[in-house]
């Protein structure tokens, strides 16, 4: 199979005149709406760097993609002082359990030993309303004896009447920097999106010493077979990869038809591309990504143009 992704350009990119938005647009995730629209959630930074989940509505008419007017607005701000996500929120994921939609989140805060310690969060809301409110001040996925340096952005399916989760866990941080952690792929059942079971066994782990995270996954499963784009860095730089699987556990990595790269220019993702999030519409594929600086140039779109 060979993947050759089109780009169709910039989407959005804060302007920095909003206090809880000057900079950033990170990890978009796509919600459907009616039509040709869709509801995008982000993740922004405010002037303290703590980043809030926000949102707005983009149309998608004959391969072009539009902000609709007036529609950017205030998700999930920042935890409380001293709880799990009182240094940021970022968002990573949304499911549905009956009449409610689950949004997931990575909740940051910072340390001293190391730079930051992460776990997951969940707000919800009923299907009608735009309002989602966190379901505990404590995460619902935390470390534990599997996981017990930090995590890091999951994905979440509904597959087979169990929800699915891949997530990243901090296999290893020898030092005080981010250049010294190693972050891999790992994966976790639930019945009903609250209480999850982990094995905690790495399903896909970074090609060591070429790279130190494996992040961000986005997941589809398709014909029987479940295929995975996510991000891989090393150094401040990340690419993405791309691998397949029968049973979503075991995985092959396939980087070389991951099919999209940076820029070979001055543009917004010239030195980096990450986050991907992948959804149809209208019998195309697209994909939304960050490029340059972790989601401060904004997210852009792009379309499979070749998949045989």
Request: net charge negative; charged share 25%; glycine share 8%.
């Amino acid at each position: 199979m060979n993947h050759k992704w089109k780009k169709l350009g910039l989407v959005f990119c804060p302007k920095g005149d909003i206090e809880w938005m000057r900079s950033h647009a990170a990890n978009p995730v796509v919600e459907y709406l009616d039509g040709n629209l869709f509801r995008v959630y982000f993740s922004s930074r405010d002037s303290k760097n703590r980043s809030q989940i926000a949102s707005l509505v983009m149309e998608l008419t004959d391969g072009k993609a539009s902000v609709v007017d007036e529609s950017l607005r205030l998700v999930l701000a920042h935890g409380r002082h001293g709880r799990f996500d009182d240094s940021g929120v970022t968002v990573t994921g949304l499911a549905y359990r009956g009449t409610q939609r689950l949004l997931y989140y990575l909740g940051w805060n910072l340390a001293v030993t190391i730079p930051f310690r992460n776990a997951i969060g969940l707000a919800v809301s009923e299907q009608n309303s735009q309002e989602f409110v966190r379901v505990s001040d404590a995460p619902v996925v935390d470390r534990n004896n599997v996981d017990p340096i930090s995590l890091s952005y999951p994905f979440l399916l509904w597959d087979e009447d169990r929800f699915r989760i891949w997530y990243g866990s901090c296999i290893e941080w020898d030092g005080s920097t981010v250049s010294d952690y190693e972050f891999s792929l790992k994966y976790a059942e639930s019945n009903d999106g609250f209480n999850w079971t982990r094995a905690g066994e790495v399903v896909l782990g970074c090609d060591s010493p070429h790279e130190d995270a494996i992040a961000r996954p986005h997941v589809i499963r398709e014909n029987g077979l479940f295929k995975m784009w996510y991000s891989k860095k090393k150094g401040p730089y990340y690419r993405m990869g791309y691998a397949e699987s029968i049973n979503g556990q075991e995985w092959v990595r396939m980087d070389d038809l991951v099919g999209i790269d940076v820029s070979q220019d001055s543009n917004w993702d010239s030195e980096m591309i990450e986050y991907p999030f992948v959804f149809d519409h209208k019998g195309q594929r697209y994909m939304l990504y960050n490029g340059n600086g972790y989601g401060k140039t904004g997210f852009g779109l792009a379309v499979l143009v070749n998949d045989v």
